[in-house]
């Protein structure tokens, strides 16, 4: 029998578009002679709804939909992901479902057991655990369905029940032998996600000497990026079928012979990953929302650059603003190279000098200010004129304004609230510094994009003469560190000491990350490319004195 394993695109709640995907790509599989056609986790809905769960008319609006796509099918066997209201009490109102539908009748339902509470997942709010999972049955093949989460268990180790163990069990007891597992995910992107996906799949396989076909979500949803890559492997965990990565996709799999198309062959680099993970999320959250372009700052350096090469191959250079604003303390250097980047990736390009603004922030502060110094004041003065007139433009032409901090800057605070951090969409915050370097050098790899100046100078916010970065803060491959292992990996101010850091340097980190929630909070949503980003998977207190 020929399975197609089909990664869908969705926008939530969008149940028409979402709806009709289903039953385009159910025909399009039973056209090329397939017995089943397999979609990823929630795929009517789109994944992570949210709150909209809560809404009566959003789950009234599923329901009906739901049905019309079911006689809508082909003659085929098709599973896809759903929520399903359950009238039982007490518990939660929803199950996490994965259904079959049969020429128009619904054949077999399993119920997520495993609700992950972690990061970015909040499921125990909206779901009731299903009670167990059931074998389904098809040509010939007994099939074990798992949705997500219920074949990581052995993994995460804080859940009581494993659902593959007991499908194993179930079959067991019923004199059948499990032919393949089936596992209907919606699964997130994050640097080197897929090697631990990779790891865990092929030891299952191995594990019960039995094939897996694995169907992921592919997209941009808000912060979130989905990176679909759906595979199949045999019962000795190798990959035999493999979609691409970011793009929807159908692939084929035999499961007479365990035979399948790698339609990419899951080689790429952790840079080209998160490279190609951020086009994607830019151009889904643009598109999503309604954005036909952007517009950004370019500063001359290397955060703003890759910023632009990013926005540039999402969404086209004609669509595509990138706008220099330099300052009293701007460089010639740094307007050039800004120039020369808007030629290079061929970007809209224009100069608005803030000076004059500038002078007349001081003019009018001047009676205020009399008597006191110059400090950050004054630099954090540029930063909002120039993230006001970078708003103008956006609210005029309708562009979606792109911010260009990075990772290592947001966690310490080194950034301007309502200036450099005005914007809709904050691409690279979680991108670390020494990553952005990497990303610039990838995406020079064919030509030059971004100028070689940009990638030699020392990093610079030009808001006060003679300025660098690391004048305020530890070199960037020092404060990366410091950063991965407090906010990736978990560690305590302490823990990271005795791992060989500096002890007045790994306290100054470790206070302005904490004393620079608020900003972070006030924030525009990032793209997340790491296993801890900053927003809805890092939920922590602004008022707090905790100085672990």
Known sequence: MNVALIQLNPIIGDFTANGQAIIDYSHKAAELGCGLAVFPEMALSGYPPLDMLERRSFI???????????????????MFGCFEQRSEKPGKALYNSVLVARSGTIVHKTRKQLLPAYDVFDENRYFEPGPSADLYKLDGLTIGVTVCEDIWHHVIGEYRIEPVAALFEQARKQNLSIDCLINVSASPFHRGKNSIRSHIFSNLCKQYQTPLLFVNQVGGQD?????????????????????????????IVDTDIWQGKIHQDGSLSEVEAVHDALIMGIRDYAGKCG????????????????????AVRA?????????????????????????????????????????????????????????????????????????NLLMALSNKFGHLL??????????????TLYGDMSGGLAVISDVPKQLVYELAHHINIEREIIPQRTLTKAPTAELRPDQRDQDDLPPYELLDQILELYLEEGY?????????????IVNDVVRRIRMNEYKRKQAPMGLKVTSKAFGFGRRLPNVQNYQG
């Open 60 to 78: 009234n609006d599923h329901e009906q939909a739901l049905a019309e796509v079911i006689v809508a099918l082909p003659p085929i066997d098709i």
């Open 223 to 251: 912060s979130l990026l989905f990176d679909g890559q759906s595979q199949a492997l045999n019962d000795k965990g190798e990959v035999i079928a493999r979609a691409r990565c970011f793009e929807q996709d159908l692939v």
């Open 402 to 415: 792109l911010t260009t901090g990075n990772k290592s800057e947001m966690a310490v605070g080194y950034c």
């Open 315 to 387: 969404l086209g250079a004609d669509k595509v603003y990138g706008v220099a604003l330099p300052s009293p303390y701007s460089s010639p250097d740094s307007l050039e190279d800004a120039k020369q980047l808007a030629q290079q990736c061929g970007c809209h390009f224009m100069v608005l000098p803030i000076a004059d603004l500038f002078e007349g922030y001081r003019t009018v502060l001047s009676e205020s200010f009399l008597g006191l110094d110059e400090d950050v004041t004054e630099q954090n003065i540029q930063a909002r004129i120039r993230g």
């Open 492 to 504: 305590g101010r302490e823990e990271i000491i005795k791992q060989g850091y500096q002890y007045d």
């Open 291 to 310: 954005f036909s372009s952007a517009v950004l700052g370019l500063s001359g350096g290397v955060d703003s650059a890759v910023t632009a090469a990013l």
